[in-house]
């Protein structure tokens, strides 16, 4: 392993990630998919608006300036939205739409049904992840609408405006959970076990392996905050039932439901900045 890849790292769920359909305004039946962590600056790169970025199948043959219409976002990570991207870029042979199922028979360009078609598709082999839809096209919403092929799809789909949408993008803030943490001793709503943020003593890591296996041993467990309560993340997630990943949970104090993608999102950032902080390490972001 180089010596750059074993630094210590922890995974943060990101702020947000999506992956997007553009349309070609110029030539309205060519399309181009893609994904990013911020769509407004994405879209900007492909037309040619910032001069680093974009992708070269973008800039040639007079496609510019392009139109950002389908956004499928909440992915967890940039791995999975790759996987997404990937398998709505090669529908007609991807694991994660069944044979049965499948309505894209080849790498030749396929229609806006088509594609809409198979990101419902795609919805039920990702539907572990909070996913939800934006479109920014009304032709493309009616589309969706219609439902061509006849595709059940339980992934919520919004018909927004791309710069009003673009703005509600926000970074996730952990000031208030950073608070409560500090602020007063936690113990865990459901199993009642102290929560151990603070160590009198904390060894030395230098690899990502040792910073591995010293979570492993239940160091610095990823925690939820609901109000000033506090929870394990391992404790509420029993909630789920027969689901892997639970899509939401219920606070036992107070009776809230909360989104599990907002806990997780908070929590894989709060043990950054303790773990950071108390192990004396530069962590990197995975």
Request: charged letters at 25%.
């Amino acid at each position: 392993m180089s010596q750059t890849n074993d630094k210590p790292a922890l995974h943060l769920v990101p702020s947000f990630y999506g992956v997007y359909i553009l349309k070609s305004i110029p030539k309205p039946r060519r399309t181009y998919i893609g994904s990013t962590p911020d769509p407004k600056r994405r879209l900007r790169q492909h037309n040619g608006d910032l001069k680093v970025g974009g992708a070269y199948r973008t800039k040639k043959d007079g496609s510019r300036p392009w139109t950002m219409v389908v956004l499928v976002h909440g992915f967890p990570s940039r791995i999975a939205a790759l996987q997404f991207e990937h398998s709505l870029q090669h529908a007609y042979q991807t694991r994660h739409i069944n044979n049965d199922a499948r309505i894209t028979s080849s790498s030749r360009q396929s229609s806006m049904h088509s594609k809409l078609a198979n990101i419902r598709l795609l919805t039920t082999s990702f539907d572990k992840m909070s996913l939800k839809i934006a479109i920014f096209d009304e032709e493309v919403y009616r589309m969706w609408v219609e439902n061509k092929h006849k595709i059940e799809c339980n992934v919520p789909c919004t018909l927004f405006k791309f710069d009003e949408f673009c703005n509600s993008i926000q970074e996730i803030d952990i000031e208030d959970a950073k608070n409560i943490l500090l602020g007063k001793q936690l113990d865990c709503m459901v199993c009642k076990a102290s929560i151990d943020y603070f160590k009198d003593s904390t060894p030395n890591i230098s690899s990502r392996e040792e910073l591995s296996n010293y979570l492993a041993k239940g160091n610095y467990p990823l925690i939820g905050i609901c109000g000033d309560h506090a929870f394990h993340l391992s404790c509420i997630a029993r909630q789920r039932g027969p689901a892997m990943v639970p899509k939401s949970v219920t606070c036992t104090t107070c009776g809230q439901k909360l989104d599990w993608s907002d806990i997780i999102k908070v929590s894989t950032r709060l043990r950054h900045y303790v773990v950071q902080d108390s192990l004396h390490l530069a962590i990197t972001q995975l």
